[in-house]
T-cell receptor, first 116, second 116 residues
Framework: AQKITQTQPGMFVQEKEAVTLDCTYDTSDQSYGLFWYKQPSSGEMIFLIYQGSYDEQNATEGRYSLNFQKARKSANLVISASQLGDSAMYFCAMGQLSGGYNKLIFGAGTRLAVHP | GAVVSQHPSRVICKSGTSVKIECRSLDFQATTMFWYRQFPKQSLMLMATSNEGSKATYEQGVEKDKFLINHASLTLSTLTVTSAHPEDSSFYIC????????????FGPGTRLLVL
């Protein structure tokens, strides 16, 4: 069965420093997608970054990069140069291809606090 | 682009009443939308997949007669919580897939439901 594991319930980082949020996954599928979403206190889920299982290069989107290690089944999110506005919940998710589209399975989330 | 709205953002109702939540894709067409439920300090749980012009597909354990889903157009899906009870109080959030780009789900801002 598909499963997403985020082992860090909370993380602290100093402003302007980089931080890595861990995510491991379990699937028997050959084709899948990995996503990271940010959820601020307002509740909205904000899409950050996507990595396809066949993508050879790690995905990057601005200050966000995904450290994809397929053999280890990990998809860690790296946020460089943290900003105070990065304080939020971060969810890792895996797309389970079903009927031609991805159904998302979410991890438990990691709460990131950025300190000045 | 890829903006999803939800209405209402917050609703308080009496036990036994029904509540309708709307999910709209504002600048794109969405053949597929998803409805999630999130309890405080927990992750998102997929409730059902809503396909335009066909019946919704419910996840195991979700009562389809309790949570009615209608996807009448390419930009609108509605979730009706029928005969709501206090245990239905939760954060309901929808997402939409951009037609033709089936990888990424874009989320609405969510609806907080409180049943008294």
């Amino acid at each position: 069965a598909q499963k997403i594991t985020q082992t860090q319930p909370g993380m602290f980082v100093q402003e302007k420093e980089a931080v890595t949020l861990d995510c491991t996954y379990d699937t028997s599928d050959q084709s899948y997608g990995l996503f990271w979403y940010k959820q601020p206190s307002s509740g909205e889920m904000i899409f950050l970054i996507y990595q396809g299982s066949y993508d050879e290069q790690n995905a990057t989107e601005g200050r966000y990069s995904l450290n994809f290690q397929k053999a280890r089944k990990s998809a860690n999110l790296v946020i460089s140069a943290s900003q105070l506005g990065d304080s939020a919940m971060y969810f890792c998710a895996m797309g389970q291809l079903s009927g031609g589209y991805n159904k998302l399975i979410f991890g438990a989330g990691t709460r990131l606090a950025v300190h000045p | 682009g890829a903006v999803v709205s939800q209405h209402p953002s917050r609703v308080i109702c009496k036990s036994g009443t029904s509540v309708k939540i709307e999910c709209r894709s504002l600048d794109f067409q969405a053949t597929t939308m998803f409805w999630y439920r999130q309890f405080p300090k927990q992750s998102l749980m997929l409730m059902a997949t809503s396909n335009e012009g066909s019946k919704a597909t419910y996840e195991q354990g979700v009562e389809k007669d309790k949570f009615l889903i209608n996807h009448a157009s390419l930009t609108l899906s509605t979730l009706t919580v029928t005969s709501a009870h206090p245990e239905d109080s939760s954060f309901y959030i929808c997402s939409a897939l951009v037609a033709g780009a089936q990888e990424t789900q874009y989320f609405g801002p969510g609806t907080r439901l409180l049943v008294l």
